[in-house]
């Protein structure tokens, strides 16, 4: 995989060599510009889908709570409605009194509210008076609701009275009739239990509630359920059906409300859910009130928002990549003039000048330096012309002075290593040997990292004592036999004399770990200092040292691409396959 990723890095490396910077400035701020616009506009659209969702989910659990409370308010009012009628004083007389008297209270009773059927059962379950008469004279001791009554107020859930059912009449619809029990314990004014005051509310009345909610919010396809604590749906699609249960169904009464996605025929819906706790001191009986919509309805809104955002950041990607385009053009066209220039001064005769350019302030720059370049090589030229001239008037003296310039000329006057032309000469006649004598060779090159940097940040003195420092690391780290020159500037090459792929590589590293840990001190200021190192061996196809030397560059090339203090061995075969080519 390292081997993979590294060749890939090195593809890069070749393209970019092949690419103008026009090129590059123009697909680094597409990309950029791409990159910025794509990343906020779908996080544009991930918020407003998130927000819009949420706001359509609030509604609905919104509808659901409002429902759940006009249940638990409706049951808690017609509970507190059975209470007051029982306690009432003018009903004491008319407990154990004129049946008729107690039945003409109690249709007053269910006139004014929403009871199909009240009546009241003496102690041993016998119906002393009723509504209509219905059941008047039956026995109901055997009834949950009366049983529960002579303990305390209770209150039912839904359920189905056949035998009164059977005695109301039958509805338009054929509807089934369902009732909501609710039973009073009556005492007299000592405390003596009477019998209970039993009410069957008519189911119906909830399911105008469920159609008035539905009406009332306004958007059809929602849809709303009440659904029993065991999971049963009494009122909504799919009625009398399981719609929850087992775990489900726990979660729903264990959360209380939320919302959820779940697939109803095959459609995708949005649900929201409420369990009604009741209200005061009206227990509930959990039922849960459910608002479901399709999610391609409630979330069309989303996601339209969404799309539409997205839409603005592709058109806002492509403005970008078109001025990207025209920005690249402005910035690389004084470094193109720049570039023309050199070449045309490079292959003229005689002192010439480049013209001034503009653009930017490094392009400024840059004009500046090669301008005083150019100024200074005409000035060394006059002063070669003068230093001969001045030669051929002094034979001797000029030989003495050149005998003494040889000597200073094989060494650098700063490090004290060899210079470019002694080392030349000596690994000319190192790879002769080799050649001849079948052995082995290797070249390192050496590069300080951030050199500039150093020089910019702490004064060429500081850049001065980092190149000593390196220097010196290097003499001391290689053999008697091995040689080591400063090639300028801030770069070092080394001839390592008999020596096998595996020694190089670790005598390399070996160096760029010691100028690594080493540090330079420029009066009170500490300079860490790195290096980067190209590593070449000699290969019989090499036509000199220049050859082993321009490998070895390209592996300090590559090394300083790719992060920087480390060593890259540049194998041979990338050399002769570009020579081929």
């Not at 009440?226 to 775990?247: C, F, H, N, W």
């Amino acid at each position: 995989m390292r081997a993979l990723l590294q060749r890939a890095v090195n593809r890069l490396h070749a393209i970019e060599d092949h690419l103008t910077v026009r090129t590059q400035i123009a697909a680094a701020v597409a990309a950029m510009s791409i990159v910025l616009v794509g990343t906020l506009a779908a996080g544009a659209a991930l918020i407003s889908y998130r927000n819009t969702s949420t706001l359509i989910e609030n509604n609905l659990a919104g509808t659901a709570a409002m429902v759940s409370g006009r249940l638990d308010r409706f049951m808690a009012t017609r509970r507190q409605e059975m209470m007051l009628f029982a306690g009432l004083q003018p009903m004491e007389q008319l407990w154990q009194g004129d049946p008729a008297a107690l039945r003409s209270s109690l249709e007053a009773l269910q006139h004014s509210f929403d009871f199909a059927w009240i009546g009241f059962a003496d102690v041993d379950g016998n119906v002393v008076a009723s509504t209509g008469g219905l059941l008047q004279g039956k026995s109901v001791a055997a009834r949950p609701w009366f049983k529960q009554g002579l303990e305390r107020v209770a209150v039912g859930d839904v359920h189905e009275a056949l035998l009164l059912a059977s005695l109301l009449t039958q509805r338009a619809n054929n509807e089934p009739y369902r009732f909501v029990d609710i039973a009073v314990p009556v005492r007299d004014a000592s405390g003596k239990l009477l019998g209970v005051l039993g009410g069957h509310l008519d189911w119906n009345w909830a399911t105008s509630l469920i159609k008035d909610a539905e009406a009332r919010d306004g958007n059809a396809d929602a849809t709303l359920s009440i659904i029993s604590k065991g999971g049963m749906v009494l009122v909504g699609p799919q009625k009398e059906t399981i719609r929850y249960a087992g775990d489900e169904l726990a979660d729903i009464l264990k959360a209380g409300d939320g919302t959820f996605r779940e697939t109803r025929d095959g459609q995708q819906m949005l649900t929201a859910f409420h369990v009604g706790n009741g209200f005061r001191d009206y227990q509930g009986l959990n039922w849960i009130v459910t608002a479901s919509q399709p999610a391609s309805v409630a979330l069309k809104a989303a996601i339209a928002s969404a799309k539409t955002i997205l839409a603005i950041g592709a058109a806002t990607a492509l403005i970008a990549l078109s001025l990207a385009v025209l920005v690249s053009r402005r910035i690389a066209a004084p470094i193109v003039a720049i570039t023309r220039e050199a070449d045309r001064i490079g292959r003229a005769h005689g002192p010439t000048m480049l013209a001034r350019q503009s653009g930017s302030a490094e392009v400024v720059q840059l004009s500046r330096a090669l301008r005083s370049l150019l100024r200074r090589i005409g000035l060394a030229e006059e002063r070669t012309k003068e230093a001969e001239l001045r030669a051929t008037e002094n034979a001797m003296q000029l030989q003495e002075d050149m005998l003494k310039l040889r000597q200073l000329a094989d060494t650098d006057f700063m490090t004290g290593l060899m210079n470019r032309r002694s080392f030349l000469t000596v690994a000319d006649d190192a790879v002769a040997y080799c050649r001849r004598y079948k052995r082995n060779m290797a070249t390192l090159m050496i590069d300080i990292d951030h050199f500039k940097k150093i020089n910019d940040t702490h004064g060429h003195a500081a850049g001065d004592d980092a190149i000593k420092r390196v220097a010196e690391i290097v003499s001391q780290s290689i053999r008697t036999t091995d040689k080591a020159a400063r090639f300028g500037g801030e770069e070092f090459v080394v001839l390592l004399r008999e020596i096998d792929q595996e020694t190089a590589v670790l005598l390399a590293d070996r160096i760029r770990t010691a100028i690594e840990s080493a540090t330079v001190r420029h009066g009170n200021v500490i300079i860490p200092l790195t290096v980067s190192v190209g590593l070449a061996l000699f290969d019989e196809s090499d036509r000199d040292v220049q050859d082993v030397i321009e490998r070895a560059d390209q592996g300090l090339y590559v090394a300083k691409k790719t992060g920087r203090n480390r060593t890259f061995l540049m194998p041979a075969e990338d050399e002769r396959a570009a020579r081929a080519a």
